[in-house]
């Protein structure tokens, strides 16, 4: 069984930066990418950023300019750099992972970590 454990995650002052990772456990076949979303006050979850196995990049449209993520596939992990933090970036933090499933379409599955706490307060 595939798991993803968060870790990283804490309180920080505004303006401070911290860095997230995920230790994946196992090895998933036909990964496609690896990711973090956030989930703040509302219900749904957010894309934050994820990278794909081909090492292309993509951001949520406010992460751009302060978040790095990276990978670093003989350690199985991928982190998640994050600078510049602002209240708004108050959320629980999830790892997730994007592969090419067994069935016949092989169809594009995902797996998700418990998440981590991050807290953004002066």
């Known amino acids: 069984q595939v798991q993803l454990v968060e870790s990283g995650g804490g309180l920080v002052q505004p303006g401070g930066s911290l860095k997230l990772s995920c230790q994946i456990s196992g090895t998933i076949a036909r990964l496609f990418s690896l990711g973090w979303y956030r989930q703040g006050q509302g219900p749904q979850r957010e894309l934050v950023a994820y990278i794909t196995t081909y090492g292309t990049p993509l951001y949520g449209d406010s992460m751009k300019d302060r978040f790095t993520i990276s990978r670093d596939p003989a350690k199985n992990t991928v982190d998640l750099q994050m600078n510049d933090l602002q209240a708004g970036d108050t959320a629980v933090y999830y790892c997730?992972?994007?592969?090419?499933?067994?069935?016949?379409?092989?169809?594009?599955?995902?797996?998700w970590g418990q998440g981590t706490q991050v807290t953004v307060s002066s």
């Open positions: 997730n992972a994007k592969f090419i499933g067994t069935d016949t379409m092989q169809s594009l599955n995902e797996i």
